[in-house]
């Protein structure tokens, strides 16, 4: 739904689609082996690796002035993003 407030000719500014919303990347990774390997075990030595970021939260303030509200949790979209990903991409 974000992108259908984005006008690339009048709006000709990156903009990041998201929630804002922090989330910690070992939090996404879970619900993604949930719907796409159930059962598979995850192991975090709690280091990330030089440079890494432990979480995100995206800028969605230039969305935000277009008028978007996040209508979809991060769990809601991972899991339809593994949806889409096995019924389009691991066919191939």
Known sequence: EA???INPRSWPRTVNVA?????????VCRILARKLRPGA?????GQPPRGNPVAWRADVSRLAELGYVPQVAIE???ENFADW???EVAPL
């Open 3 to 5: 992108i259908t407030h």
């Open 19 to 27: 929630s804002g919303v922090e989330t910690r990347i070992a939090d």
């Open 41 to 45: 075990t995850l192991a975090f030595d």
């Open 76 to 78: 809601a979209g991972a």
């Open 85 to 87: 990903f096995m019924a």
